[in-house]
């Protein structure tokens, strides 16, 4: 449905009040005139005028009609017409909008528009060269920017900078590409990155928040240049290594109590990211290939060896005989010692090549189970895991070791069920490979021990034993009779065994084209609800939808979804999210000519099934957005049981807004006002397009808003709410 036009009260009383007038005047002229007649005289006059009494109401009617037209002219020519300047010039006085008014009105009026104009030439023009004078100062920065920002592009590590809150404020190109990889999104907008959002999209925020509370003990301890590493596993089955390094606050910029002195305060953190994934399977074939090449040379001196004792034939004279196989020994004896040497260094290579690392718990555990199930297609169970658990490990050849022992116990056991637990002892951490089943001898249990690593036919020099040695642990098996089941038991180290810092105290509970923004430094998270949050701090999404019709409840169908950010006041017009739907229904013809979708567009595109859960996660931790908002709203509202996504977080209608901004306009539409805010509309009926003008109205909105005396989220919703266009519903 489309809002009705408002009626102004003032408008419809301007219309009547020249026939109460009129009725009023006449009333009393016949009172008075009455009141001199004798009875005779008044008698005479009613039956004069009794037969034509008709006739005299209906030309007081006409007189009231056309006296109330007029007054109703006039009104709309002088009064209403001044209401619609003065909001016109409002939006001239409380933002940056260049243009010059055109209401109509009477002469006096127009002579007022002609002062406001030249009024705002002049401002223009002072604004210009105060802003030529802007960019000539700022121009030494920005090329600083500029040079950072190459830089950044030009690397080929991914590095992403955050402030304290995980907020996103630069990240390269690089970055962009890894994490666009690892996201499972249909569509190409739903990325993980993007200026303003959260790392925790990535990251669990208590791995942060340990890392953050090693680098902050270095700092306080003295180090120059702390940092802290740390591995952990994406759902995707991705291994990420990342380095942290603190961006240190300046003295006196701002810092918040309780951090410290100025020496040992951050304003954020530099994340360094590497894909290890890869690194494994190499380092995995590697070790393969040495030790295959360890293997069969050891064949061939055996064979050589075997050849040499043949040699002693009856045919050669002794002094030759000897001589010869004094020399074929001593070379034999010479390779097989080098051989071994090369053996015994590649061993102890494999058993320091790795270094140890923080690592969540329950991430090795979720990656072992994983590894295994791939590995052996039997099924995994993790059960008395302590999520807080940190551990200090190789996560490479623990891993290697865990699936060397699933895998024995697979094959040669016929184990189908195969369950991990991890839990704190003292100062160790076990980490226990249990199974219920057969049990196994402890002189099984030895040679399992002793035995090289052999993983899905690829074989390593390093053995279980090595690996506890490693990480200065222990290793056994274990039997509970009652339960009937049995155990590998690893002893491993804890991390981090000095001073824990509180991470309430570093990180806060709320959560190319342009990649950084470092303005976002002086921005923090606040305990405060979210409505009472002023309207220039909050991140926004900004969407719209194309249908094949009106009519949600009856059946109608999104085709397109279209969005875009606004984060620390700046639309970021390269963090958008754009996708074509199939309806999975007809498109009717009437609305291809507005929208200019067809079916043959949207054949084969995701349905809104896929589609909205990611463009539930492009929105996570913002307001939302829309021109109309009921109509797009309802549409989501009504696919939350099919789809299982809700978006329930707050959302701002330009539509209402522009209500209570401009409550004496005639029109309300996008267009309309677009062209009162002076926003160039591009791509009218695209989503994307809807979206982003829509955007850039709402930005101009926030200062007139202020205006008013609107501030915040709350105070913006309730004025919304008592808008006469808040009554429409779908």
């Not at 109330?68 to 909008?97: I, K, N, P, T, Y």
């Not at 030529?132 to 830089?151: D, F, G, P």
């Not at 309430?504 to 430094?521: C, I, N, T, V, W």
Request: hydrophobic residues 45%; proline residues 3%; glycine residues 6%.
């Amino acid at each position: 449905m489309r809002p009705r036009p408002k009626i102004d009260r003032r408008e419809v009383l301007a219309a009547l009040l020249p026939a109460l007038l009129v009725a009023l005047a006449a009333a009393i002229a016949a009172a008075i005139l009455a009141s001199t007649w004798s009875d005779a005289e008044r008698a005479a006059a009613w039956v004069l005028l009794a037969p034509r009494l008709a006739l005299l109401v209906m030309a007081g009617l006409v007189a009231a009609i056309v006296f109330g037209q007029l007054a109703r002219q006039a009104w709309r020519h002088w009064a209403a017409a001044a209401g619609q300047l003065a909001e016109q010039a409002q939006v001239l006085v409380a933002s940056d909008v260049q243009r010059e008014l055109a209401v109509p009105g009477g002469a006096e009026l127009q002579a007022v528009q002609v002062v406001i104009n030249q009024l705002v030439r002049q401002r223009g023009e002072i604004r210009a060269d105060i802003g030529e004078r802007v960019r000539q100062a700022a121009r030494e920065i920005e090329l600083e920017r500029s040079r950072l920002a190459t830089l950044m592009a030009e690397l080929t590590q991914s590095v992403v900078v955050c402030n304290l809150d995980g907020r996103i404020l630069l990240y390269n190109s690089r970055a962009r590409l890894q994490f666009r990889a690892l996201g499972d999104s249909v569509a190409a907008g739903a990325e993980l990155v993007g200026i303003g959002r959260s790392i925790y999209a990535v990251f669990d925020r208590q791995l942060v928040a340990h890392a953050l509370e090693r680098v902050q003990q270095r700092l306080r301890r003295g180090a120059a240049n702390p940092s802290a590493q740390f591995v952990t596993s994406t759902r995707g089955g991705q291994l990420l290594r990342a380095q942290m390094a603190p961006v240190r606050a300046l003295a006196g910029d701002g810092e918040p109590e309780g951090h410290g002195d100025n020496a040992a305060a951050i304003s954020g953190f530099v994340l360094m990211l590497d894909n290890i994934t890869r690194d494994f399977a190499d380092e995995s074939r590697r070790d393969k290939m040495l030790h295959q090449l360890t293997e069969t040379s050891r064949a061939s001196l055996g064979n050589l060896q075997a050849a040499v004792e043949l040699l002693d034939d009856a045919d050669l004279d002794a002094a030759t005989r000897q001589r010869l196989q004094g020399v074929v020994r001593d070379e034999v004896v010479a390779m097989s010692r080098r051989i071994q040497d090369v053996a015994e260094h590649t061993t102890q290579t494999l058993k320091t090549r790795w270094p140890l690392e923080d690592m969540l718990g329950a991430d090795l555990i979720t990656a072992a189970a994983r590894r295994i199930e791939q590995l052996y297609g039997c099924r995994t169970a993790s059960t008395e895991v302590d999520a807080q658990l940190w551990l200090k490990v190789d996560s490479y050849s623990l891993l290697q070791a865990l699936a060397y022992l699933a895998g024995r116990l697979v094959d040669e056991y016929g184990i189908k069920l195969l369950q991990l637990r991890l839990q704190a002892q003292g100062q160790r951490a076990q980490l226990d490979l249990l199974w219920t089943g057969q049990a196994m001898s402890t002189e099984t249990v030895m040679s399992w021990e002793t035995d090289t690593l052999s993983v899905a036919g690829e074989t390593s020099a390093l053995t279980v034993r090595d690996v506890i040695e490693r990480h200065g642990g222990a290793f056994w098996f274990e039997r509970e009779r009652v339960r009937h089941e049995s155990f590998f038991r690893f002893l491993l180290p804890l991390a981090s065994e000095g001073e824990q810092l509180d991470a309430g105290a570093l990180l806060h509970s709320d959560s190319r084209p342009e990649y950084y923004d470092f303005d976002l430094f002086a921005t923090r998270e606040v305990d405060a609800a979210l409505a009472d949050r002023p309207l220039a701090e909050l991140a926004y999404t900004v969407f719209d939808t194309e249908t094949t019709g009106l009519q949600p409840s009856q059946g109608d169908e999104i085709i397109q979804v279209g969005a875009t950010r606004i984060v620390a006041g700046k639309l970021r017009r390269q963090e958008c999210f754009e996708q074509l739907v199939d309806p999975r229904r007809d498109i009717p013809a009437a609305g291809i000519a507005i929208h200019g979708i067809t079916p043959e567009m949207v054949a084969g595109r995701p349905g809104i099934d896929q589609v909205l859960p990611a463009l539930h996660a492009f929105a996570q931790d913002t307001v939302l957005v829309a021109h109309n908002a009921a109509f797009d709203m309802r549409f989501l509202q009504l696919k939350e049981a099919a789809t299982g996504v809700r978006f329930e977080q707050p959302v701002l209608d330009t539509l209402l807004l522009s209500a209570v901004i401009h409550p004496q306009q005639d029109s309300h539409r996008l267009e309309a006002i677009a062209e009162r805010l002076d926003v160039t509309i591009l791509g009218r009926h695209t989503a994307l397009g809807d979206a982003m003008v829509t955007a850039e109205v709402f930005l101009k909105m926030i200062p007139l808003l202020a205006e008013l005396g609107i501030h915040t989220l709350g105070q913006a919703r309730e004025a919304a709410q008592k808008t006469y266009l808040a009554r429409v519903s779908y």
